[in-house]
């Protein structure tokens, strides 16, 4: 396999919602999830010289990645710590409220099977977005996840609707058969 | 080649076409009418609007989320200074 280069200018294009959608999944807080992939990047920047070229760019700031939200896990507990308040019913009181019901688990919540599905789900979409060339990529960003209005992507991109439908046409043809090969053969 | 399109009947890409406009709620009652003809013998154009519809609905289920544009221009800011 031949050595992979580190391109630290192509890093927000290529990765940053990749990373952000990773990280939001599992802090569940958007302004925690666009800090820690900050920071990803700029460790990324500082141990650019320990990259050995044998995994690909793109795992590698995963791997930082994840070292970050564990160590904001970390942070945060050790706090929490700090200032929790127990619940506990030791006096009589207290056993006539419904504590019952506060440890039921609640039944409309997605279970863990759901979201774990949900997330990998995701990253399937991201990876096979990541395969489209660049401006596909960027005109079904706008159009399906960010629900842009088709005028205003026109005149962002400087297209024309029909050039804009073309796109869109070919962006998602390829997603479909990219994830009909990534996603419903390991479904 | 006349690029000219049928009032009524749609070619298959025309078809295809309308059918992703359908996804996002764009396609006009006419479009509609023509992809509805084109479905009841196309099987190009049924097996596309299957697939279409189920890539909207995964789309939906994952729920992706974006950077904030000017967040991302911060970021290639830092790292630009930085490199």
């Known amino acids: 396999m031949p050595k992979q280069k580190l391109n630290p200018s192509k890093w927000v294009d290529l990765y940053a919602d990749y990373l952000f959608n990773y990280t939001i999944t599992r802090v569940n807080d958007t302004i925690v999830a666009e800090d820690l992939v900050q920071e990803t990047f700029l460790a990324g920047l500082k141990s650019a010289e320990n990259f050995k070229g044998d995994a690909a760019e793109r795992t590698w700031l995963i791997s930082i990645l994840k070292r970050k939200i564990i160590d904001h896990y970390r942070k945060i507990n050790s706090k929490k710590g700090k200032a929790e308040i127990k619940m506990g019913y030791t006096n009589a009181d207290d056993q006539d409220g419904d504590w019952l019901e506060e440890r039921v688990a609640d039944p409309f919540d997605l279970n863990a099977e759901d979201v774990l599905q949900n997330e990998e789900l995701g990253i399937a979409i991201q990876e096979c977005l990541m395969k489209l060339p660049k401006k596909q990529a960027d005109v079904f960003i706008k159009k399906t996840i960010q629900g842009m209005e088709t005028e205003d992507i026109c005149k962002e991109l400087n297209i024309t609707a029909s050039n804009l439908w073309v796109i869109v046409h070919r962006a998602r043809t390829a997603l479909m058969d990219c994830l009909e090969n990534n996603w419903f053969k390991n479904e | ?83």
């Open chain 2, 1 to 83: 080649m006349s690029n000219k399109k049928n009032i009524l009947f749609a070619s298959c890409e025309e078809a295809k076409q309308i059918c992703d406009k359908v996804q996002y709620g764009e396609a006009t009652f006419i479009e509609k009418m023509k992809l509805n003809l084109r479905l009841m013998w196309c099987r190009a154009t049924k097996s596309y609007t299957k697939k279409n519809r189920n890539l909207t609905q995964l789309c939906n289920k994952a729920e992706i989320k974006t950077l904030n544009p000017d967040k991302k221009e911060e970021m290639r800011k830092n790292i630009n200074s930085k490199c």
